[in-house]
């Protein structure tokens, strides 16, 4: 799992959705949906930051649970994304 990858996805969430509180960030497998703390505005807002921070493109599909409910699942997905676009 790439560190800056993974630094980058937690400030954006606690800036965005915990106010700078980063005492609350929850631990990397700890679902984002089920905790209430990423609403589907989140998931969007989350979309436009991945795309625009690193320059992957996110197709409607790919907006899933998968993908999107946990730290961890967010920084595989952008290391995919990376990975499959470097090829």
Sequence with gaps: ????VKSEIHAFIVENFLFGDASQLPAEEISLIETDLVDSTGILEMVLFLEE???ISVADAEI???NFDTVARLVAFVERKRAAAEA
Excluded at 1 to 4: D, G, K, N, T, V
């Design 53 to 55: 921070r690193f320059a």
């Design 64 to 66: 899933v649970p998968d």
């Design 1 to 4: 799992m790439s560190a800056s």
